[in-house]
């Protein structure tokens, strides 16, 4: 039946249904403030009118969602002071915490109206249906008529917002429809434990019912609803920041890496706890879409007037008009009706726009807003960190081309121009000094055969590394059998933890530190055993490089360095620096050397390994 009605026929039905229930409820609460006399105990009735506001303001966890305990407060005005007041004070009540929080206008009088409705009827029925009964003020009769009060109510209430629920657009699930059910069961359990309660301690009494016996009656399930749902916020704001903290960690950990964004997807749905979120950057003067989840048209694309209001919008800005959801809404499903639009900006740029949706309208509050800002900040932070990573690769890309372009000039180039002009002069003296020709043929020759080797060097050089073509591990595993195979060393080679994917330049520097310095241990030390170690660890990936051979002076390397420009040494240092990481050299005369090379972990992949052993440990 519902589904041959449209979307904003729906839509419309269900607002107009809200409306009517509002309207309704607020007839009754009219009507029922209209017929209130001065009550006879003011005390009492302000006390439970205090009692039922701080039992709606703090709402008790249950299961997957919320509930509050206010029937038996309401029922026991009814018998108090009659059906009008009790009304009059809970809608009171309901209408002054929906404006604490800000509801849209429907919301702030449909609940009331609602609740009104409910307890209206379910306490005229249950009066009406138990009027024939000879003893009402017998125990029994009271537990029986709360009892019928109580199922009616919830019977009604329930009735009036599945009504709302089915009509509105918005999916309503048996999965939401079961969680509903077992927080009104929760509810309805405890309201009628307390009402039972409430009778049985009533008729034991046999002093004077004050104020004071509705106090200490009543603060246990007010203390209760007070520590639970203060409990259940602090709960849920820890795990809030545990999660912001686990997401900047991350992101502090994933800065050059390409798919940082899709490790922080389940992180980014335990943070939000939302219905849609997507994620847009600005690359190249283009947008384009790094992040969904959720109720999203992955393959709807926007307007170029959708991405220019992107690019105004400087701070977070909430959108929940009807006539204007933000420019990104035709890319979330219809259902969503609250956004948070979070711009990720640089230097007074928008860069990039996270959004979060939910379906419930109004449920943004500004704690949630400002946890949106803060990610979107460490968003900005680490895409500008990339595109820093991204210039600096570029540069070092454009000063190795600058490079080999010198050396093309300075030597190949040179060479050949050298070589031509002695030709040249050859052809020239050919026929009058045939011996002085011959001589610059072979001078010729010898150039070019140097020349050759120079440019054979350079396009060896400019082959994929072992790296490139087989990784890190099993390039120095190669390396390994074939220095084995050369000299007469034993090479022991270690992995620990687990290994992740590296940038090629990491794992090409890696590669050479540990080849540079197995051939200076070959050649140098002295000994017949090297150990080789990598170490996958938390927070950084160790390769250390360890012989027991005579050892030597780091200082007299170093100024040894200063007059020998290609020594190793400064070779591995400089090299380390290019990708952030630390080179740390241990050696001692008659022990040893150890070499260590400490790179900073580019992701949070892998077990939390904390090995400090050496290499032969």
Known sequence: MFKAVNIQNRETLSEVLQWAVALSGGLVFIHSAGSLEFPKEPTILCLLVLFLGINEYFPMPVWKGQTTITIPIVYVLCLLYGLPYALAAYGSVLLFINALRQRPLRILFFRPGKILISFGIAFTLASVTLAEVNNQSSVLY??????????IFYLVNNIIDDAVNLLNPRPYTISKWIQKLYTEISSAGISLAYGILFYIIGNTNRGEIDVFSFFFFFSPLVGIAIISSTISRLRIEKQRLKTLSSITRKLNHLQPTNEWVDTLKSKFADFFSSDASVLWMKENDSWKLRFYEGLVHESVTLSEEAFHRLEKIVKPVKFEDIHDYGPAHPLFHYSLTSFVYSPLVIEDETVGMFIVARSRTNSFRKDDIRSISTLSNQLAVIFKTRVLFTERERRIILEERNRIARDIHDGVAQTLAGAIMNLESAEKKFLKN?????????????????????????????????????????????????????????????????????????????????????????????????????????????????????????YQAMIKARNQPHFGILQMNDAAEKINASLQIDSKAGIGTEIVLTVPKMGLEGRELYDQAHASG
Do not use: W
């Open 142 to 151: 009271g537990i029986f008529h709360y009892c019928v009060t109580l199922v």
């Open 434 to 554: 045939p011996s002085e020709a011959l001589k610059l043929l072979k001078d010729s020759e010898i150039k070019l055969r140097y020349s050759l080797r120079e440019v054979r060097d350079s396009i060896y050089a400019l082959r994929p590394y072992p790296t490139d073509k087989v990784g890190l591990t099993a390039a120095i595993y190669s390396k390994i059998e074939e220095l084995m195979k050369e000299y007469n060393v034993e090479i022991d080679f270690i992995i620990r933890g687990n290994e992740i994917e590296l940038s090629s330049m990491v794992e090409k520097i890696m590669f050479d530190t540990f080849k540079e310095s197995v051939q200076n241990s070959i050649k140098h030390s002295g000994g017949s055993r090297i150990d080789v170690l990598i170490s996958y660890q938390a927070e950084q990936i160790l390769l250390k490089i360890k012989d027991y051979g005579k050892g030597f002076s780091l």
